[in-house]
């Protein structure tokens, strides 16, 4: 079995984990994700480190459809985290005791499995973590 990306275009496993923007061609503005108008868009590897922006927890299981998921489900955080000189990115807040998340934390970008698709493979979703120096 293998692992594939939850979305095509959204991030790159290797060499390290980096989320995939778009630039626009015209003003710069930088926007995640890449949108498809190649004409207007450019693809541009956005900043592995941030700060949290803002966060929730996430306390019951989303109806499926839409939501694909474990069944087992545990509450988890769920955040906005600043990227220096880019955007800001919805993100999933891996590793971490809710009661420590603070705004203004440094994170860092992960890859966390997410599901098994009917296949047997592991189906990859980008996550933060807080900043691990060293």
Do not use: H
């Not at 980096?18 to 498809?36: D, M, Q, S, W, Y």
């Amino acid at each position: 079995m293998s692992a594939t990306a939850i979305a095509d275009g959204l991030f790159r496993a290797l060499p390290e984990p980096t989320l995939i923007g778009g630039r626009n061609r015209e003003t710069g503005r930088i926007v995640f994700p890449c949108p498809a108008d190649r004409d207007r868009w450019e693809a541009v590897d956005l900043p592995r480190r941030g700060t949290l922006w803002s966060w929730t927890v996430q306390r019951y299981r989303p109806k499926t459809p839409p939501y694909v998921g474990p069944e087992d489900f545990a509450p988890f955080a769920l955040g906005y985290v600043e990227l220096p000189g880019a955007t800001i990115v919805e993100s999933r807040l891996v590793d971490v005791n809710f009661d420590a998340l603070k705004i203004g934390m440094e994170m860092q970008i992960t890859l966390v499995p997410f599901a098994t698709d009917d296949q047997g493979n592991t189906i990859m979703l980008y996550a933060f973590t807080p900043l691990q120096e060293g």
